[in-house]
């Protein structure tokens, strides 16, 4: 019996002695947007960071789908319950960056606390998206992606098709698409995540067409949407036609939320999405192998396609916490831009590479010789020499605009508008949100 | 008048009675009504940093927009759709329960059952039947020929969030005519018998003019059930689309306000829905309760 007493005395005071551990240690709330499997590793790395060092403990809290977290963020701004850290999507990027007060710029951040910085270790393409019209970086680059094609290679085998040999042009998508279809391999040629930053935004990009005026929005508020060009005009038009015809499915607005089981399921033999699908896309792929290809394009509008453009999410830091949650903050941030942190998470998860060390880190390792097709999406960010067209988009209100743009594809494809009609009413309906924006913002 | 009347001597004491449902209301309902009207006038910045006014602006916006009047089309279709179906319903279940004598409790528990659901879980269970690629009702639907995709046909859309809505809100209609009915007087419908009016003739004579309190006072819950609480359903089906199809009223409200984060004129867009309601319960008590028999 004493003995017993013993043990229980000696478990409660080492309880007591690990919480007066836990007390001394500083808590950094980092809200995010990963479910799944890229949620599950994230708190992996939020872990590893909180081992590595006993002052400061990070606690990441999923906080929804990405509107849901910024929404969440500002909201809890307004009541002055904000996080240190949150995770803003690509398409939040305008909105954040026009509210000076409430954000904490990273580079000012990691001057003020000391912390080795320096921004052309990070990829071109991601600095130029992230940064201020003076060139400082705004917000940390933690998960950055974009779009690439997945495809069956057991479908293209039984559809008759080369399995090494993928779509290069939206001609071969739909070539093989029939092929596909009418061989009864799948019942339905291919299917696109995000179809507004992916048939869209990035569409545009790709064929060096402007998205909107003022560069895409990167050079002032006092821009307008272009997106209603000949060219989007037809491809739009083409996956009406391809949607009527059963080789395309629509897999629903914003993220998709079909795209991925329809692949998934082998009902659809190709999958546009973003990169960081990758993760999900091996996960789930059991029954078949998956191929990896960039992007097709319209052979006659553009002969050399531009780099893609980002996606993804950058952490932001809020302003009204107190300095030693900064100061953990500026010490998390440099944990997870050193090489190996990035370059693990980079290739779990099909996210880019953010920093150049990463990415020569992965060269070594041959990680990109030992998976076919895993640097497919940083060789398409980065090839040729980008455009004013192909360096982004910077819109306020991004987050209607986008719903917009998805509601007239609906209304296309439903049968109500041609192609050119969508578009010309989703550039009309943009254009009234981004002078909301200028003119909330003009103060 | 020889009344006799209650004299409390405390003066502070009824005050005192009153001040927990007033503090609830003042906190719950007049505050955030107050700070809706107010940033109606205002233009704000997501973050709250910067306001400006600008007076009617938001107002004058709404009704310039044709998406908000379209919106509000729809929402009519949608809150009459409701009531007439859920009403209608209703009171056919409660008629059938009011005639059965040993099972009546049975059925009564059994159709109760839905208004126990959550109105997101109900929204999910629908979905899952009516998912174009994987429900069963598509599939059936399949047979007659019919296409079933409420993600891209607006029409399907409005049917599918109108059956959710009034699935729901069936049960409790069928309550309250449960109630209605058994209310009754048997002695009333006997003595018609005798005269020799049929089941029919007895029903829309005697048995629906007496139910006509419930009747009224079912009305007005159901359209502001449509109005207010049927956003979970819509947001676990629909969210509004496509193309704005199911995006009715306060629907829109979430969805300009917390998605699109333009608060000023979802903050607009509430106090207009609140003058609705208003209005709505106004006319309702003011000239539709005239003609309706206590």
Redesign the interface.
Same mark, same amino acid.
């Given at each position: 019996m004493h003995k017993l007493n013993g043990v229980v005395g000696l478990a409660a005071l080492s309880l007591m002695l690990s919480t007066s551990v836990a007390m001394a240690q500083t808590e950094v709330t980092w809200w995010h947007a990963m479910g799944g499997e890229l949620g599950t590793k994230l708190e992996e790395v939020a872990a590893n960071f909180n081992a590595s060092q006993s002052d400061y403990v990070v606690t990441p809290v999923y906080k929804g789908s990405y /509107?849901e977290t910024l929404?969440s963020a500002?909201a809890a701004?307004?009541a002055n319950e904000q996080p240190a850290i949150v995770q803003v999507f690509e398409v939040g990027t305008g909105?954040m960056m026009? /509210?000076? &007060? /409430?954000v904490y710029p990273v580079y000012q951040l990691m001057a003020d606390q000391g912390e080795p910085w320096d921004p052309a270790g990070f990829l071109a393409p991601v600095v130029g998206y992230y940064s201020d019209p003076e060139g400082n970086i705004l917000s940390l680059p933690f998960n950055s992606s974009t779009p690439i094609l997945y495809y069956n290679k057991n479908v293209f085998e039984a559809a008759g098709l080369d399995p090494e040999v993928a779509p290069r042009t939206w001609a071969d998508v739909e070539a093989f698409s029939r092929q596909i279809v009418d061989s009864g391999a799948a019942s339905c040629g291919f299917t696109t995540g995000w179809l507004t930053w992916v048939q869209t935004e990035n569409f545009s990009a790709l064929h060096d067409l402007p998205f909107g005026t003022q560069e895409n929005g990167f050079a002032g508020f006092d821009t307008e949407f272009t997106f209603n060009g000949e060219a989007q005009a037809r491809h739009w038009g083409n996956l009406k036609t391809w949607s009527d015809e059963g080789l395309f499915k629509?897999a &629903?607005?914003e993220g998709g939320a079909?795209a991925g089981p329809?692949f998934y399921s082998q #009902?659809c033999a190709m999958l546009m999405n973003s990169s960081a699908s990758r993760a999900g896309v091996i996960n789930n792929a059991k029954d078949f192998e998956v191929g990896f290809a960039p992007l097709p394009f319209y052979e006659d509008i553009i002969a050399e396609p531009k780099n893609s453009i980002i996606g993804g999410a950058t952490l932001w830091v809020l302003n009204g916490k107190s300095t030693e949650e900064y100061a953990g903050v500026a010490k998390f941030f440099t944990y997870l831009s050193q090489p190996d942190v990035q370059a693990d998470w980079h290739q779990f998860t099909g996210y880019l590479p953010i920093t150049n060390a990463a990415y020569e880190l992965g060269q070594e390792q041959g990680y990109y010789a030992a998976n076919p097709g895993s640097d497919v999406a940083i060789a398409q960010i980065t090839r040729g020499t980008p455009s004013a067209n192909s360096k982004g988009v910077r819109f306020g +209100?991004f987050? $209607?605009v986008r +719903?917009v743009v998805? #509601?007239?594809f $609906? /209304?296309l494809?439903?049968g &109500?508008k041609t192609a050119q009609e969508a578009l010309d009413s989703a550039v009309e309906r943009g254009n009234a949100l981004l002078r909301?924006f200028e003119?909330? +913002?003009a $103060? | 008048m020889e009344t006799k009347r209650t004299i409390f001597p405390n003066k502070a004491l009824p005050y005192l009675l009153v001040a927990p449902q007033l503090v609830i209301t003042l906190i719950f309902f007049i505050w955030p009504t107050w700070q809706a009207v107010q940033s109606s006038f205002l233009r704000e910045d997501p973050f709250g940093l910067a306001s400006t006014f600008v007076g009617l602006l938001h107002y004058q916006r709404l009704f310039q927009d044709p998406l908000y009047l379209d919106s509000i089309g729809r929402t009519a279709v949608f809150a009459v759709a409701v009531t007439v179906l859920s009403m209608g319903m209703g009171l056919v279940l409660a008629v059938a329960v009011n005639r059965l004598v040993r099972s009546a409790n049975v059925y009564s528990t059994l159709l109760l059952w839905p208004y126990a659901v959550a109105p997101v879980v109900a929204g999910i269970l629908w979905w899952f039947m009516f998912n174009s690629s994987s429900g069963i009702l598509p599939y059936m639907l399949s047979f007659a020929g019919v296409n079933w995709n409420h993600k891209l046909n607006g029409t399907q859309a409005m049917i599918l969030i109108i059956l959710a809505a009034s699935w729901k809100q069936v049960s409790y209609n069928f309550l309250f005519f449960l109630a209605g009915l058994q209310s009754v007087p048997q002695s009333l419908t006997e003595a018609a018998a005798i005269d020799g009016a049929g089941p029919f003739k007895r029903f829309f004579t005697i048995v629906l003019p007496l139910l006509s309190p419930t009747t009224f006072f079912l009305f007005i819950v159901n359209v502001n059930y449509t109005m207010f609480d049927t956003f979970g359903t819509i947001d676990a089906t629909t969210q509004g689309g496509p193309s704005q199809a199911t995006n009715i009223l306060v629907y829109k409200v979430y969805s300009d306000g917390f998605i699109g984060l333009n608060l000023g004129s979802s903050s607009a867009q509430s106090v207009v829905l609140m003058l609705f309601v208003v209005a709505l319960t106004f006319v309702q008590f003011r000239y539709v309760e005239r003609r309706v028999q206590y």
């Open positions: /509107a929404t500002i701004f307004r909105t026009a /509210a000076r &007060g /409430a629509y &629903g607005p079909d329809l #009902e +209100n987050t $209607q +719903n998805d #509601e007239e $609906q /209304a494809l439903a &109500g909301e003119a909330a +913002n $103060q | -």
